[in-house]
């Protein structure tokens, strides 16, 4: 199982972005999909969550600005990501439980100019 993000880049502050990863490979189920990030310095932490069935989480400092969906079909996940702060900046993972199993996408960068 592979997993292909893209999406990242240079944005101003209140500008927006949106993330895709895309898996695949020997796909039975996709379970969990989210989307991590990690700041210079910073542990990794979650970003959004969203499971099968479309039920979704987020992060307190994202909430109301970032949405994560995803497209079965496509075995994709997005992240779109709206009034973006300096403090966004970060290199953003996917990661997905494909088959009972989790897997890291390659990460992205985000860099958000004030």
């Known amino acids: 199982v592979q997993l292909q993000a893209s999406g990242g880049g240079l944005v101003q502050a209140g500008g927006s972005l949106r993330l895709s990863c895309t898996a695949s490979g020997s796909i039975h189920s996709i379970n969990l999909m989210g989307w991590h990030r990690q700041a210079s310095g910073k542990q990794r932490e979650l970003v959004a969550i969203?499971?099968?069935?479309?039920?979704?989480n987020y992060a307190d400092s994202v909430g109301g600005r970032f949405t994560i969906s995803r497209d079965n079909a496509k075995n994709t996940v997005y992240l779109q990501m709206s009034s973006l702060k300096p403090e966004d900046t970060a290199i953003y993972y996917c990661?997905?439980?494909?088959?009972?199993?989790?897997?890291w996408g390659q990460g992205t960068l985000v860099t958000v100019s004030s």
């Open positions: 990661r997905v439980l494909v088959n009972f199993e989790g897997y």
């Open positions: 969203i499971t099968a069935g479309g039920s979704t």
